[in-house]
């Protein structure tokens, strides 16, 4: 099945900088790949997501970058502030139903991103 | 205002209890997921359901149950025989598989 590798586990960045995340899959299968935020006590809120028919996508300070043949994607925040101090979780969803609607999504181990002022 | 709640927000356990978790969404979404979340860990699929009246076991089903006889409410029901049941408990919805999945704010479920 999926497996989906996130690094690093831990980012520490100063306000201002840029900050990069990356997750391998090893399902070729795969064609959503979405970023959720996790701040302390809540539940994920997705911030981003792409496509496999897309290569990159931009929101403001946020993209995802998608290479189909490496099988990887990345999340990059630019001009990082305090705010963005979380834990961020990419996944990857692969077809359940051989055609059909259903994936489920499998889950990298998250990346604590700490933001200093 | 449309959203996922989940509740209790804390949960504590005896030995040997079952307990529930109640996640209520009124997003008119048709499917329902539950996960777990340890420390350090990414989220692991217990249980999902793409309709009323039906659900799938996901990665570790073991020692839970759900049903899913109303399209808004999916509950997760933690029985004795899962032994290592601390965790944090998210529920999520979508309009369909493979389309973007909204939690709720989690259930922290612990061991007295």
């Known amino acids: 099945g999926e497996n989906v590798e996130q690094h690093p586990s831990t980012l520490s960045v100063q306000e201002g900088d840029s900050a990069v995340i990356k997750c391998t899959y090893s399902?070729?299968?795969?064609?959503?790949f979405p970023w959720y935020k996790q701040e302390l006590g809540k539940g994920p809120q997705l911030i981003i997501d792409?496509?496999?028919?897309?290569g990159e996508k931009k929101d403001q300070r946020i993209a995802v970058t998608l290479n189909k043949t490496a099988k990887h994607f990345s999340l990059h925040i630019t001009e990082t502030q305090p705010e963005d101090s979380a834990v961020y979780f990419c996944?990857?969803?692969?077809?359940?139903?051989?055609?059909?609607?259903?994936?489920?999504?499998?889950f990298g181990k998250g990346t604590k991103l700490s933001v200093k002022p | 205002d449309g959203g996922i709640t989940q509740s209790p927000k804390y949960l504590f356990r005896k030995e040997g209890q079952n307990v529930t978790l109640s996640c209520e969404q009124n997003?008119?979404?048709?499917?329902m997921y539950w996960y777990r979340q340890d420390p350090g860990q990414g989220l692991r699929l217990i249980y999902y359901?793409?309709?009323?009246?039906?659900?799938q076991k996901g990665d570790i089903a073991e020692g839970y149950s759900v049903s899913r006889e109303k399209k808004e409410s999916f509950p997760l029901t933690v029985t004795s025989a899962q032994k290592n049941p601390t965790a944090f408990y998210l529920c999520?919805?979508?309009?369909?598989?493979?389309?973007?999945?909204?939690f709720g704010d989690g259930t922290r479920l612990s061991i007295l």
């Open positions: 999520a919805s979508s309009p369909q598989g493979n389309q973007p999945q909204h």
């Open positions: 792409i496509r496999s028919n897309v």
């Open positions: 996944a990857a969803s692969t077809v359940v139903n051989y055609g059909g609607s259903q994936g489920n999504l499998i």
């Open positions: 399902d070729s299968a795969s064609n959503y």
């Open positions: 997003l008119n979404h048709d499917a």
């Open positions: 359901s793409q309709i009323v009246n039906d659900f």
